[in-house]
């Protein structure tokens, strides 16, 4: 998945901190190939650590 500049740094940012996040988008994945993600939105989401 592609994330814009600002939200690969939250990510970042997620992951060092050990808080987990959520994604939602449109998932492709072409028979045979790799799939990709659209992202729609994305975020910490501190509930799915509980």
Not at 9 to 35: K, Q, T, Y
Not at 42 to 48: A, N
């Amino acid at each position: 998945m592609d994330l814009p500049d600002a939200g690969y740094h939250e990510a970042v940012r997620c992951h060092d901190s050990g808080i987990p996040v959520r994604v939602r988008g449109v998932l492709n994945s072409p028979p045979g190939g790799s799939a990709t993600m659209q992202v729609a939105d994305f975020g910490p989401d501190p509930s799915l650590g509980q």
